[in-house]
């Protein structure tokens, strides 16, 4: 295990730019997950880690060696790919083993074996290391290509959505195995990912990643109460944090050039309207089972927020709105304090 | 029926009975078509030189071996007191050959011109397709500068005829020595098989998705340790079906045989037409040799038919 630095790196496809001026430093044992939509450069940072992408400029050091230039066999990594990541020629038990075999590795048979054995049994797939890799559920698949990683003990481990083709009751346990796991081994993870739950719960550290530019690094808690910008509030939170703007419902003294307020279910405090205070309407409730949520209007503005499990509002009630300390937002959509 | 009108008894995807019927006397009544003219060759092989030109033809006969000695030895006419003075018959083919007055001389060219065949079409199979293997992995895998162009000019060799340049490769083979030679004809045909070889390559190449091999080389290997552990492996469709088309215009070439080669270097397809037989073509012999002669290609695809099929089918469904 050992930490990783990337300093200034930039990477364009032809016209577009896909990372640019990339500076993040990933410490030894630490699980970092990159956040962030479709095509914000997220896997193409994992590429450039792993060598399968040159930069154009910019350094990256693994466990204290630059390795900018060298080729992705030397560089000590392993790479878990979103999907076709298993040899479909090969058994389950020769997926595994293919890393050890490799030229620069050279492993005894026996030594293989045991290694293979041993992550099979922890990723609870011993019963299938015979069978071709094609004939296995999906999340036994993914199970195999984490395993492959595993078998390894690399600088770090990369992975690209590696749970995101798996249903929602698979992906729920592998998201736990896998921290678990990452903990058991004090492995180094760089992680990839658009969902907000498995960067919440398996993160050490979050980096909210736009355009291919970094726009906050920081812990799951400092990203979800302290977001430097409209963006990074955006990306967590479930219901999605509400944007008003400024003056639609009174929020005593606001902070200088601040335009947008932004409220999350914990910023808002909701009241049945006593006569003449009503500030919103209740447009319906969606119950989720688990959630209640909570649709208003207020002017002509539409917020969602969580309602009390417990709680007797229905459609077609009015409703006072107060906000308790919310984030505030400048025009360019900066955080003002 | 139900009260909408539509019955559903059975599967609207699974064939029913009848159309499995005619669906199979369809492939029989073809497979007659096509097998007939074989069966005629191989029955043709057995008969005597009489009765294989006999009008009108015969359907029974007495089977007999005599295409297939003269088709191995060379024979000569010899007096019947020579005959009579000679040891007793070896063999049945000396037996059959003396009934006709004459006495085997030696044996015929067939088994090195056979020979040259397995030599030529093999060799340069080979080598079309281990060409056509790296250059189409190659431009599916690399930034080549004018890929579109290069490719194009690729296939651009097909398009005429090849037997349109017969004259100028028979000049220069001439020039620098390769009339006549095996490796010459095995380079002819590996030049004009290549394109094919690249063409179709590419296309089972590039639906080998990357992903694999870059997870080999993260895994440790260099990047030719992983097409040969991961690409190969997975174009084995592609490279088996490439290779019996391939081999099927190498095997059959007949015009540039000709042309090009006489002795030491030619193959069985100019080869079979020129067994002449005493006053008139050998007709016996012939079949034969064709019948011999269809033996390799046979076993070459049957070995590798699961591939074939899946490389005829290949891209008519999306996975």
Not at chain 1, 318 to 333: C, E, K, R, Y
């Given at each position: 295990m050992a930490d990783v630095i990337l300093s200034g790196v930039d990477k364009s496809f032809g016209p577009v730019r896909a990372v640019s001026d990339m500076s993040l430093a990933i410490a030894d044992g630490e699980f970092l997950v990159l956040l962030g939509p479709t095509g914000a450069g997220k896997?193409?940072?994992?590429?450039?880690?792993?060598?399968?992408?040159?930069?154009?400029?910019?350094?990256?050091?693994?466990?204290?060696?630059?390795?900018?230039?060298?080729?992705p066999a030397e560089r000590d990594v392993t790479f878990v790919f979103q999907q076709y990541s298993l040899y479909p020629h090969l058994s389950v038990y020769e997926n595994l083993a293919f890393p050890l075999r490799s030229p620069t590795r050279r492993m005894p048979e026996a030594e293989i074996r045991k290694r293979v054995e041993e992550i099979a049994a922890m990723l609870r797939i011993s019963q299938k290391l015979d069978n071709r890799a094609t004939r296995l559920s999906g999340g036994e698949m993914q199970r195999v290509a984490i395993g492959r990683a595993l078998v390894r003990r690399p600088a770090i481990y990369l992975m690209d959505e590696p749970l995101s083709s798996l249903d929602a009751k698979l992906r729920a346990d592998l998201r736990l195995e896998l921290k678990r796991i990452q903990q058991d081994l004090g492995a180094t993870v760089l992680y990839v990912t658009h969902d907000q739950t498995e960067a919440m719960t398996m993160a050490n550290r979050i980096g909210v990643i736009s355009a291919g530019r970094l726009i906050q690094v920081g812990s799951p808690r400092e990203i979800y109460t302290d977001p430097r910008n409209v963006y990074v509030a955006t990306r967590l939170g479930q219901p999605a944090i509400n944007l008003i703007p400024a003056g639609l419902i009174p929020a005593g003294s606001l902070p200088s050039g601040a335009t947008t307020i932004g409220a999350r279910t914990e910023h808002l405090r909701i009241a049945r309207a006593t006569n003449g205070a009503a500030t919103a309407k209740v447009d319906w409730i969606e119950h989720l089972g688990d959630q209640n949520h909570l649709h208003l209007t207020v002017g002509n503005h539409k917020l969602v927020t969580l309602a009390d499990p417990s709680s007797d509002l229905a459609g077609g009630d009015?409703?006072?709105?107060?906000?308790?300390?919310?984030?505030?937002?400048?025009?360019?959509?900066d955080r003002v304090r | 029926m139900s009260a909408t009108g539509i019955t559903t008894a059975h599967s609207v995807v699974a064939p029913t009975g009848r159309t499995r019927a005619i669906a199979g006397a369809i492939v029989i009544v073809y497979a007659?078509?096509?097998?007939?003219?074989?069966?005629?060759?191989?029955?043709?092989?057995?008969?005597?030189?009489d009765d294989s030109i006999a009008y009108p033809p015969k359907l029974l006969f007495t089977p007999s071996i005599e295409g297939y000695c003269n088709l191995f030895n060379t024979r000569t006419r010899q007096t019947p007191e020579y005959i009579a003075a000679l040891p007793p018959a070896t063999g049945q083919c000396d037996q059959l050959v003396r009934s006709r007055n004459m006495v085997?001389?030696?044996?015929?060219?067939?088994?090195?011109?056979?020979?040259?065949?397995?030599?030529?079409?093999?060799g340069s199979t080979f080598l079309a397709v281990a060409l056509g293997t790296l250059t189409a992995y190659g431009f599916s895998r690399f930034r080549v500068p004018f890929a579109n162009d290069l490719l194009f000019f690729i296939l651009s060799t097909r398009f005429m005829p090849p037997i349109a340049v017969a004259i100028p490769i028979y000049l220069m083979y001439r020039a620098i020595g390769l009339t006549d030679t095996k490796i010459g004809m095995i380079l002819?045909?590996?030049?004009?098989?290549v394109s094919l070889a690249v063409w179709l390559l590419k296309g089972f190449i590039d639906e080998i998705p990357r992903e694999y091999e870059e997870a080999a080389m993260i895994d440790g290997y260099s990047r030719l340790q992983a097409f040969r552990k991961v690409v190969l492996p997975q174009a084995a469709t592609g490279i088996a079906a490439t290779a019996i088309f391939c081999l099927i215009f190498a095997w059959n070439e007949y015009a540039f045989a000709v042309l090009l080669t006489s002795g030491e270097?030619?193959?069985?397809?100019?080869?079979?037409?020129?067994?002449?037989?005493?006053?008139?073509?050998d007709w016996p012999a012939v079949a034969a040799a064709t019948a011999l002669f269809l033996i390799p290609i046979l076993v070459f695809t049957i070995l590798l038919r699961k591939h074939l099929l899946r490389g005829i089918t290949f891209g008519a469904v999306r996975k």
């Open positions: 896997t193409t940072t994992l590429r450039l880690v792993a060598g399968l992408e040159p930069p154009d400029a910019g350094s990256i050091a693994i466990g204290g060696r630059d390795v900018t230039r060298i080729a009015a409703v006072s709105l107060a906000f308790v300390n919310p984030l505030f937002f400048d025009t360019a959509g | 007659l078509i096509t097998m007939i003219p074989l069966l005629w060759i191989v029955v043709t092989s057995f008969k005597t030189p085997i001389a030696g044996p015929s060219n067939v088994i090195p011109r056979f020979t040259n065949s397995i030599i030529i079409a093999f002819l045909y590996t030049a004009v098989n270097a030619q193959t069985m397809p100019p080869f079979i037409p020129f067994i002449i037989g005493e006053g008139g073509q």
